[in-house]
């Protein structure tokens, strides 16, 4: 029987209130938000788009389109009145130079195109720290930052050089009569030519003070080793020698000589007999600890202690030593017993700042013989030379007035030491040489640009054994000029930077053109340092450096910065180091402090994976002493020393350019020159949102990143029983993945095949592919909120997966049923192995997305490769969809046009578009992209040999991630040709496919993991 | 202007430096000319190949006018300058001196294979009285007239119209005259059509029919049309410099690579810089050219395209020297072949490699006055030439390889025997070859 009964929704329907009426008259609780997917949101305005607007906008865009497409712009070609020499339109031109930003040194090749740089890559064979990180790779970028100072400023109003130059030469004067200090402020100053500068200012003006400032300091470190040897610098690290490495949180493979150490790490890293073993003390997981075989946890302030045991045991003295955990006790044990086995051919490190650890390491070393054969202090580096002592000193000197004038050159203190900005109140005069009005140049009276280094000339002595210079590859594109030709006329030189860089390198005798086109020259050192007698100072100030060490102040909670891919902060504008995920918690844009799971739930932070997958997490307030730091988002991170937390420095920039403005929090501002301190902690209001890239942790009992233990190896050589191939049952018996096979096979004889090979062994994690791949490939960045939703670019990502304590057959042991022993699997360990797995578009040849693509986008090629045509993509993203490896990236935005990306996609700028790979398209909205193999690398070097009229020969050249990684884990190159080093990984008895049972016969195979240990 | 009223005695106008240095080289290898008797006309051929990269007859160049030098030297120093200028310097002759010191110290070639009779007939011919030169000589090169009018004939179509309506309504009148002469009633023009239309529109058959050929043929018209949005064959903008491609490549056989050097190495052919074409036309300021009917064409006076590319590069032509400190100007040329940004096209890789010739795209540029662009370049003309054009396998990364390794030839005649081996074959139809 009908009924008219009628169901409220509720009681404003049932009062038919305005409200209740107008809901029932539209679709839509809520207006959709069509602006945003129409992208223009200037053009759309505020105006509320109906359906019918819209189908109107339809029919007008379409229409217009068609008439635009009819009448062709005319477009201009012109060409150079006078053409360099140099030059070919059209093809790359290469310069040797020497890449530093302030923080890192590295020997480079700058790729130019049509006179502008776009690509950084590595230096020649032999160069001292040839490579490049991910900072070298995309200090390009950097170049073409818009925020960069273009004109002299003084008090706030731009100006000319004469002006800065004769206010200088005035106040320098004045400073004379009045008595005051001339100080010139600094980085590490590592440059010869520099050097006589600050030499002839010296003898010119009695006044004068140099103060040499690393905004993550090694002060006290440098303190100890100028001490022992005489020589203020570091001893060089020479693992060829060595059979052990202990690092006491030093992260090696992300410090200041980056490139050389993984190099050398990786090249002993070898599967093999005398396979290096890597232990690694720490608080905070990094990338070294990362990459170790066995890891220990220990608290930053025990570290003096644990050092001073281990110096016990090795030399059989009786240092004091402080209270130390069991743990840490027991596994120092351990450690001493190794490093024993290992004498002199180990190599004790140790990081942060404090000149105690520095000492007792230095003795520890010295107990072992190891001074002179892996610590090599006949080889001293001069990358690093602040000095905070007279740092303090003068800012005493500010405050008290006795300042007259100021010179601060590449140097921004008041970011990166507290105090420092009240201090120059009382300066009178200060003169900023700098890129960017940053936080210390916007507090002086005047600022004035300095060139870039790829703008500019100079030397470098990185090493007592090498001399770097560094040429302008481009016109300055501001109205900059080299501190040492503003600094020169101050006592009286005239000389131009290129003719003091000609002038160092005729006194070190070389040869001027072949130094330039080499970008540097090996020299002989005359370093007097003596290993055996470094090595008895060592020993003997090691009671009295142990009594320092325990009066080390521990607490409940202790915190340690550390450095992410952005650095010291020097690059911190850059976006392309913003948007690489961290190596170890794949979050992007943000820094935080890692917690350990069990202070998580002692203090009540929470991080919560919100319903579309994001993390969300509580924020803290951070207090050392009497520096508080607020608003701190809070990280649990697997692998954190319990009562210690971790911070990366580099972020909180205020005035740095419009990327790096508001990222983050300042950790500088916590005032910890040591590295690390006593925090305390209280969880705030509030939360964080976190980008994070991956929300998986664990492997979950897949076989995604094989490894076996250097003793399985070696037992087997074959790895049939560590590497086992899948197998499929047909009724033509058991077969491998490769031969249950549906598809007709391509031909891939004929022609050639390319291949890539990954060795999981050599990977670091350390994601200087990633840039590298995204400067190749124009990839568009795309900002926090979008990697946020998942909607990341990169063609290359590096997939981090912790060990979970839970295995299948624990689960068997202790009767856990299928969703219990997954959900317990899902749960990285308290202290996991981290393995890294660099992933990009595989090249099937059985391609799943190929088959499901309904417009014939991407197809398969006869060199294996599957290529992308995006002007026939229409979008249905089909292929992502069915991608087993999830490498397919989808324009879901004009990154290079929509608003929303202005601050964070330089091809939004006039200048940041000029860093763009001209021979690679530019994407736009809709469109489906991927990982080409560096197809434009592959064609150009098929091109060459065709214009040689030579064979193909093997190395010939490479994509830009196998070029950009230091360790060389990434082999590329034609399978088909005889004998060709790809050929030879692929027979290797470590290699396997990725997800090999799904039959999809990738291009790209990785060589499986071994861990040094038993 | 202190420009030289002299008229042009000579005919080897529009000769380009180019040709001049290849004749240079070709004559200063020959010992002994054939002819030993002083000639004006062997003269003429002489100074062409000797003197005139450094001399005219009427104006200094890089050396001094030589117009009526009879008059100004004697023969036997002369005789001595031209044979060995050095040796008449280093002996002490003040007049040589003092002109070397007036030509700011450049020095002069020596000519010692030339024989006194040799010298004697250029001298000859420097003294030669001004001619007017002579239209159709053998080394005249006529600028030829671009764009003769066809001849319009718009009228004469209109008249015969007009005769055939005349004719029409004449027949119609006749038509209409038999039909009452029969009985029947006279109908217009107009009630024919109409009951021509009420018939086929009520033919099922043919409006079936009609309905499919005009939708045939709108589809067709259609598709057609749309393949040509942006195709922009034929397209000939007006250039900033009315260079001709027809003087240049054409009558005075540059090689396209001379100017266009980066097609060999590049993916851009390249256009040339304007200190290219100064190679050239720091000589050629077109002064010389005639006009059909002989005359010149400038009056005597320099191209004003040619003086474009003077004031682009800041060249004096007066004082023969560049202009110290000059603004430079840039030429903005019209790009013609504007391939869109998703297609990768690689000069080198066609020029070199595939030794494809530049008029197999390009088209008769030799004989374009003004450049045109020839092809369609659509995708489809690229693929059809993939198709069929064969891969040059000599060239040794084809035909090499490493000892005891197979070569590419090797490997593609196990796979396709004795098949023609197109570039489709070793993967040139994959999108990603081009699109990336």
Redesign the interface.
């Known amino acids: 029987m009908a009924t008219d009964k009628v169901y409220w929704k509720g009681f404003d329907q049932l009062a038919n209130s305005e409200v209740s009426q107008r809901m029932a008259q539209n679709e839509f609780a809520t207006e959709i938000p069509m602006e945003q997917f129409l992208g223009d949101d200037k053009l759309m305005g505020n105006a509320q788009t109906s359906r019918r607007d819209f189908l109107k906008y339809l029919g007008f865009s379409t229409a217009a389109a ?1 008439l635009a ?2 009448e ?1 712009p ?10 360099p020499d140099s030059l ?4 790359p031109t290469y310069y040797a130079s020497a890449y530093t930003d302030g923080q890192d040194f590295a020997s480079v090749l700058v790729k130019t195109r049509e006179g502008r740089p776009i690509k950084i890559e590595p230096g020649d064979e032999g160069r001292f720290n040839r490579g490049t990180n991910g900072r070298a790779q995309a200090s390009v970028l950097s170049l073409y930052d818009s925020a960069r100072l273009r004109q002299p400023v003084k008090a706030g109003v731009e100006t000319d050089w004469s002006t800065i130059e004769g206010d200088l030469k005035e106040a320098v004067a004045a400073s004379v009569t009045s008595g005051k200090q001339f100080v010139l402020v600094t980085g590490s100053v590592f440059s010869p030519s520099f050097k006589s500068l600050i030499a002839s200012l010296r003898q010119n003006y009695n006044n004068f003070n140099h103060v040499e400032i690393d905004a993550v300091s090694s002060s006290e470190v440098l303190d100890v080793w100028e001490a022992l040897t005489g020589a203020r610098a570091l001893p060089t690290v020479d693992f060829a020698g060595a059979d052990l490495v202990v690092s006491f949180g030093e992260d090696f493979l992300n410090g200041s000589t980056a490139q050389q150490m993984s190099k050398a790490f990786a090249d002993r890293r070898k599967p093999g007999q005398g396979m290096l073993r890597h232990i690694q003390v720490e608080s905070n997981l990094s990338l070294s600890g990362a990459n170790a075989d066995k890891r220990i946890k220990i608290k930053p302030s025990e570290v003096g202690s644990a050092l001073a045991y281990v110096y016990n045991k090795v030399s059989g003295s009786n240092l004091t030593v402080g209270a130390l955990s069991a743990a840490v006790q027991s596994a120092m044990d351990t450690v001493s017993k190794e490093l024993v086995a290992a004498k002199g051919r180990s190599i004790v490190m140790v990081g942060g700042n404090s000149g105690a650890n520095a000492h007792l390491a230095a003795a520890v070393n010295a107990a072992l013989g190891n001074l002179g054969t892996t610590l090599r202090v006949d080889q001293p580096i001069f990358i690093r030379s602040g000095n905070d002592r007279s740092l303090a000193n003068t800012m005493a000197d500010m405050k008290a007035g006795s300042v007259g004038t100021m010179v601060l050159v590449g140097a921004n203190p008041a970011y990166v030491r507290p105090g420092f900005a009240e201090a120059m109140a009382k300066v009178d005069y200060s003169l900023s040489l700098t890129d960017r009005l940053d936080e210390t140049a916007s507090l002086c009276g005047a600022a004035a640009p300095v060139p870039h280094y790829l703008e500019s000339w100079a030397d470098f002595m990185p090493i007592s054994t090498e001399l770097a210079v560094s040429q302008p590859t481009i016109r300055p594109l501001f109205n900059s000029k080299p501190a040492i030709e503003v600094l020169g006329s101050l006592v009286g030189e005239t000389k131009s930077a290129k003719d003091w860089v000609k002038a160092t390198v005729a006194a070190k005798g070389l040869s001027w053109s072949q130094t330039l086109h080499d970008g540097g020259a090996t020299v002989s050192a005359s370093s007097s340092a003596s290993a055996s007698e470094a090595a008895t100072r060592a020993m003997a100030g090691a009671s009295e450096a142990a009594k320092t060490a325990t009066k080390m102040q521990g607490g409940d909670f202790e915190l340690a910065l550390y450095q992410k891919t952005v650095g010291a902060g020097n690059q911190s504008n850059n976006p392309w180091l913003h948007e690489l995920p961290d190596p170890i918690s794949r979050a992007a844009w943000d820094n935080y402090i890692t917690v350990s799971a069990k202070d998580a739930l002692a203090l009540g932070i929470v991080n919560e994976t919100q319903s579309d997958g994001a993390l969300n997490g509580s924020l803290v307030t951070l207090k050392a002493g009497d520096y508080t730091l607020e608003n701190v988002p809070a990280l649990i991170q697997p692998g954190q020393a319990q009562g210690t937390f971790g911070l990366a420095v580099g972020y909180g920039r205020t005035s740095a350019g419009r990327v790096a403005d508001g990222l983050g929090v300042n950790a500088y501002a916590l005032n910890l020159p040591q590295g690390s301190g006593v925090v305390s902690i209280t969880v705030q209001e509030g939360e964080h949102e976190f980008a994070s890239t991956q929300l998986g942790n664990t492997m979950m009992g897949r076989k995604i990143v094989n490894e076996v233990t250097l003793a399985d190896y070696m037992a087997d050589q074959s790895g049939q029983s560590w590497n086992e191939k899948p197998t499929f049952h047909t009724m033509d018996g058991t077969v491998s993945a490769n031969d249950a096979n549906l598809w007709t096979n391509h ?1 891939h ?3 050639h095949m390319w291949n890539m090979s990954i060795d999981l062994n050599s990977c670091t994690g350390c994601g200087a592919c990633v840039i590298a791949c995204h400067l190749e490939n124009n990839v568009p960045v795309v900002g926090k909120q979008e990697i946020r939703n998942f909607r990341d670019m990169h063609w290359l990502r590096i997939d981090r997966y912790y060990s979970s304590d839970m295995s299948k057959d624990r689960a068997d042991e202790e009767n856990l049923g299928g969703i219990d022993m997954y959900a317990a699997m899902e749960v990285p360990g308290e202290s996991p192995d981290v393995v890294f797995q660099p992933v990009m578009c595989q090249h099937c040849n059985h391609a799943p997305c190929e088959t499901v693509c309904p417009v014939g ?1 991407t ?1 398969h ?3 294996g ?1 599957n ?6 993509c229409i979008g249905t993203r089909y292929c992502a969809n069915n991608c087993p490896y999830k490498v397919r990236r989808f324009n879901w935005f004009n990154y290079q046009k929509n608003e929303r990306f202005t601050s964070v996609n330089p091809a939004q700028d006039d200048y940041g578009r000029m860093v763009l790979n001209p ?4 994407r736009s909205r809709g469109v489906m992209e991927k990982c ?1 193999m560096c ?2 690398r592959i ?1 150009y070097g ?2 060459e ?8 020969a093997d190395g010939a050249f490479t994509t830009a991630c196998a070029q950009a990684c230091d360790t060389g884990a990434i082999t590329f190159g034609d399978v088909n ?3 060709s080093r790809v050929q030879v990984a692929k027979n290797d008895a470590r290699s396997y496919h990725l997800l090999e049972e799904v039959g999809t016969q990738p291009s790209v195979f990785y060589q499986t993991k071994v861990r040094n240990r038993a | 202007m202190n420009r030289s009223k002299t008229p042009i005695r000579m005919r080897f106008f529009a000769t380009s430096a180019l040709r001049a240095l290849t004749i240079i080289l070709m004559i200063s290898t020959l010992t002994n000319p054939l002819h030993a008797e002083v000639d004006a006309e062997l003269g003429k051929k002489l100074f062409k190949a000797n003197c005139a990269s450094c001399h005219k007859l009427d104006k200094k160049l890089v050396g001094p006018a030589l117009g009526g030098v009879t008059e100004r030297r004697s023969e036997a120093w002369l005789l001595s300058w031209i044979r060995n200028n050095a040796a008449l310097r280093a002996s002490g002759d003040a007049d040589a001196i003092a002109i070397f010191e007036e030509y700011g110290g450049s020095v002069m070639t020596a000519f010692e294979n030339l024989s006194d009779d040799d010298i004697q007939s250029i001298l000859a011919y420097t003294d030669m009285p001004a001619a007017a030169p002579a239209p159709g000589g053998k080394d005249l090169v006529p600028v030829p007239i671009s764009n003769v009018p066809a001849e319009d004939n718009t009228t004469l179509l209109y008249i015969l119209g007009g005769f055939l309506a005349l004719f029409t309504v004449l027949l119609l009148r006749i038509r209409n005259t038999l039909k009452e002469v029969h009985g029947d009633t006279a109908t217009t023009v107009i009630q024919d059509a109409n009951a021509l239309t009420q018939w086929l529109v009520s033919n099922k058959r043919f409006m079936t029919a009609a309905t499919i050929v005009v939708t045939v043929a709108f589809l067709y018209q259609l598709f057609w049309f749309m393949m040509g949005v942006g195709v922009e064959q034929n397209y000939q903008p007006v250039q900033p410099i009315a260079f001709s491609h027809k003087i240049h490549a054409g009558d005075n056989q540059v090689d396209c690579n001379y100017c266009h050097s980066s097609a060999r190495s590049s993916k851009h052919s390249g256009i040339p810089s304007t200190n290219v074409c100064m190679n050239c036309h720091m000589y050629i300021d077109g002064s010389e050219i005639v006009n059909e009917a002989g005359a010149l064409k400038y009056a005597g006076d320099r191209s004003p395209e040619i003086a474009k590319i003077y004031a682009a590069i800041g060249w004096d032509a007066e004082n023969r020297t560049y202009i110290e400190n000059y603004e430079q100007k840039p030429v903005k040329w019209i790009r013609l072949h504007n391939l869109p940004d998703l297609a990768y096209f690689n000069h080198a890789q066609h020029v070199t490699a595939g030794q494809v010739a530049c008029q197999t795209c390009h088209g008769p540029v030799e004989e374009m006055e003004v450049m045109y662009q020839y092809s369609e370049l659509t995708m489809g003309w690229c693929i059809n030439c993939h198709r069929e054009t064969e891969v040059k396998k000599a060239n040794g990364y084809y035909a090499n390889a490493e000892e005891g390794t197979q070569t590419i030839n090797e490997r593609l005649a196990a796979k396709f025997h004795d098949e023609k081996i197109t570039v489709e074959k070793i993967g040139g139809l994959e999108c990603g070859k081009c699109h990336y």
Do not use: F, W
């Not at chain 1, 021979?919 to 530019?922: A, E, I």
């Not at chain 1, 040999?945 to 193909?952: C, R």
């Open positions: 068609t497409a009819c062709s005319i477009v201009e070609s012109i060409p150079y009145v006078v053409k070919t339109p059209g093809m031909d004889e004929t022609m986008a197809v090629s006869r060199e490769l290529h992308m045509a995006y002007n026939r021979d690679v398209t530019v080409t197809i434009q064609q098929k091109l040999a065709k214009k040689a009229g030579e064979p193909l040709t005889a004998g």
